[in-house]
């Protein structure tokens, strides 16, 4: 008994996230209302409308909910990056946060594509989104600068403009390479991120954000 249930645990879930998987991508390119059931089967590799969906998820809804959750766990583990600062060196703490965001950044432009298509049809998973995706990130951007400009005595700037500022910049370059497929002015991301690096270092000296100031206590 007990070596079946090790055996049907682990295909279930392995069904379960097949589902996962074939859903978002028709509900970011069908929209959610065109998007059917039999047709996330298919993709699942599963027979079309033989009720296997249901065994997992109660209605297309709630297997919207569940891709939306599991897409906000998986970038949460990516944004835990910041986590690791301070590393002592301020253009080595930008360079790793500039790399973090713009993989976050990739990550997150299925879903964004989806809110835009879909967000006022579901305005709880969009101020879901908001939250976990937009504000939790960019507050946690500011609370770095407000600790760097307390590390360093320096008056503190207006953290959470900056903060924007910083990732919204990001933001613009990945949304204009998703959109038109082509690198901006012919930019590719090492120029970006590098010069990126340089007027952040740059806004850092303007605000008095010693360079070298030592690392602060975890």
């Not at 949460?76 to 690791?84: C, F, H, K, P």
């Not at 579901?122 to 407000?146: C, N, S, T």
């Not at 370059?173 to 991120?193: A, C, M, N, Q």
């Amino acid at each position: 008994m007990s070596s079946e249930t090790i055996d049907i645990q682990p295909r279930s879930e392995r069904t379960r996230e097949r589902i996962l998987d074939a859903a978002m991508p028709l509900f970011v390119e069908r929209g959610y209302r065109d998007t059917t059931i039999g047709d996330i089967e298919t993709a699942a590799g599963l027979a079309p409308r033989a009720g296997t969906l249901y065994q997992h998820f109660k209605s297309k809804e709630d297997l919207l909910r569940a891709c939306v959750d599991r897409h906000i766990v998986e970038l949460g583990r990516v944004q835990d990056a910041i986590e690791l600062l301070p590393l002592g060196d301020l253009r080595a703490e930008l360079m790793l946060m500039g790399r973090w965001n713009l993989e976050d950044l990739s990550r997150r432009q299925s879903m964004y594509r989806f809110l835009w298509k879909e967000g006022d049809r579901f305005p709880e998973l969009r101020e879901l989104v908001r939250e976990a995706l937009v504000e939790m990130p960019l507050r946690r951007v500011a609370d770095w600068i407000r600790a760097r400009a307390a590390q360093a005595g320096a008056e503190e700037p207006d953290c959470e403009a900056l903060a924007l500022v910083m990732v919204q910049s990001m933001a613009s370059y990945r949304s204009l390479r998703t959109i038109f497929g082509h690198k901006p002015l012919g930019v590719d991301e090492r120029r970006f991120l590098e010069t990126w690096v340089e007027v952040c270092l740059g806004a850092a000296e303007r605000f008095g954000i010693d360079l070298r100031a030592a690392v602060v206590s975890r």
